[in-house]
């Protein structure tokens, strides 16, 4: 099934990239749903948006891969999905970028990641008092710190679990990792920030 | 956050790296960038997610329900070695300490008893709460 799929995109990719146009209406119809996925979720994180944004932004993600012969660049068919995804956030991104230079009451939404900062960010905010919440911030930075001192393989583990919360299995999927060592990362980086960060956890 | 504004992979190798199709040492390489560079890490994680919620209509996806996935391979390997140790007698003991092991790990890997140990662990912190959290989370699942 999953062959099967590769191999229809690998061929539609090739016809779109000759130029056919039936074979890009077919493409945009298949992948149309996912790319509104990757917009609506970035549109939802930032601001408002009205229905009719995320039709805008799905064109110009589809004008820019079609005009721009982007397809070409794609050594992969099984990679599509997942390149359609990161495309339409892309242009999701830039427009909101835009929109908050047409607008400049609106906060600047961050093209950065929400992980760490974000952690910073929401501990910070849960408290009133200033003492305590300057506190939680210097424990996030601690936290963050010592997240970055751990080895690379259970740093990007650890940043997976903790700052997206991805179950085990997920992250295995997500990286090509057999699930034991994830669930071995995982335990051996609890470990090292517990010793690291002594009475914070 | 050493490599933060170093160099970047290009959004088709990514793609590339979610769908498992770079080598080894390129796959590596990519690891350790998103290890470091939030920003990319960040990319991927959402073009991950936002496939994985587009679901089954526009991504190839394992098959599921098939019996030999829901077989554990421990309990196989412990079946096998059980059967052994009748057929070579010889290394009865070996073979019959092997099924244990195996059996014991089959055990300790299986769902159901990972979820009463984090429940235990839970309990034993006095976070009933987290417990029942979890216990909930793995009766959806």
């Known amino acids: 099934m999953a062959s099967d799929h590769a191999v229809e995109d690998h061929d539609m990719i090739e016809r779109c990239v000759a130029g056919d146009a039936e074979a890009w209406a077919g493409l945009c119809e298949r992948y149309s749903r996912l790319m509104r996925i990757a917009i609506r979720r970035e549109l939802e994180k930032r601001r408002e948006y009205a229905a009719h944004d995320i039709d805008d932004i799905l064109q110009d993600s ?63 905010s849960t408290s009133s ?16 710190d010592s997240i970055e001192r751990l080895p690379e ?35 051996r980086g609890k470990k090292r920030l517990r010793n690291d960060l002594g009475g914070l956890l | 956050m050493n490599n933060r504004n170093a160099w970047h992979p290009e959004d088709t190798v990514l793609a590339d790296y979610l769908a498992k199709k ?47 996935r829901n077989i554990n391979i421990y309990l196989l390997l412990a079946l096998a070695a059980f059967l052994l140790s009748f057929i070579i007698p010889r290394y009865f003991l070996q073979f019959l300490t092997a099924t244990m092991l195996l059996g014991a790990k089959w055990v300790v890997d299986s769902k159901a008893t990972r979820t009463l140990i984090m429940v235990r662990e839970a309990l034993k912190k006095g976070d009933e709460k987290e417990a029942s959290r979890v216990l909930n989370a793995r009766v959806r699942i």
């Open chain 1, 129 to 144: 008092d200033p003492a305590e919440r300057l506190h939680r911030r210097e424990s996030a930075k601690r936290i963050d």
């Open chain 1, 62 to 124: 589809l004008s820019y891969i079609w005009l721009q012969g982007k397809l070409a660049s794609l050594k992969n068919a099984a990679s599509l999905p997942y390149w359609l995804a990161i495309v339409a956030r892309n242009t999701a991104l830039d427009w909101l970028r835009k929109a908050a230079s047409i607008e400049p009451a609106e906060p600047l939404p961050s093209p950065d990641c929400e992980g760490s900062d974000d952690l910073d960010r929401h501990i910070a």
């Open chain 2, 22 to 68: 770079l080598k080894r040492t390129l796959r590596n390489e990519i690891a350790s960038h998103l290890a470091s560079c939030p920003e990319c890490l960040e990319k991927a994680v959402r073009a991950y997610e936002t496939v994985k919620e587009a679901g089954n209509s526009n991504t190839p996806k394992k098959r599921k329900g098939s019996f030999m």
């Open chain 1, 153 to 187: 393989k259970e740093k990007l583990v650890m940043k997976l679990n903790i700052l997206y919360g991805k179950k085990h299995d997920e992250i295995a999927e997500m990286l090509g990792m057999p699930k034991g060592s994830v669930s071995c990362y995982i335990r």
